[in-house]
């Protein structure tokens, strides 16, 4: 009886956390995050100044659906890691297609030409990095890089 009880216990749990995930997401448009992860610093950041937080800097960013991380937490983007390559660049296009083709790297979403699913990875993408690293600003275009 008691092993039955457990179970059923469980079970409610399960459901109750998928309910309040889907209810959350629902009225929020995506799922909840910490108030210190949302909340933007006032940076705004060029092509040219992101360059600067590549791989080799003490401070590691990443370009990802127009808002800039900081990613210095993970050795995932240090140098050795399987994503060193990504710091100090608009990643967007080059995750949405799940590459790490250099070429995709600081390419405009609007000219790269995504399929419907390449744009559901990119919003996958952001909402992983919206949970786990900081924002530090937004990306902007400079008069010399348009």
């Not at 959350?24 to 995050?33: E, I, M, N, S, V």
């Not at 070429?103 to 699913?117: F, H, I």
Request: charged letters at 25%; a neutral charge; proline letters at 6%.
């Amino acid at each position: 009886m008691g092993a039955e009880v457990g179970i059923a216990l469980l079970v409610i749990l399960i459901v109750v956390y998928y309910l309040l995930k889907h209810y959350t997401k629902q009225a929020t448009g995506r799922l909840y995050t910490p108030p210190h992860v949302t909340t933007p610093a006032a940076g705004s950041f060029t092509l040219s100044q992101l360059r600067k937080f590549d791989k080799s800097s003490p401070k590691r960013y990443i370009a990802l659906c127009g808002k800039v991380y900081d990613v210095t937490s993970s050795e995932n983007y240090a140098p050795g890691g399987g994503y060193e390559s990504l710091p100090g660049h608009d990643a967007t296009v080059a995750l949405a297609r799940m590459s790490l083709d250099p070429s995709l790297l600081d390419v405009p979403m609007e000219s790269a030409r995504l399929e419907a699913g390449q744009e559901r990875a990119a919003r996958d993408w952001a909402a992983r990095f919206e949970e786990k690293y900081p924002v530090v600003g937004v990306l902007v275009a400079s008069k010399k890089e348009d």
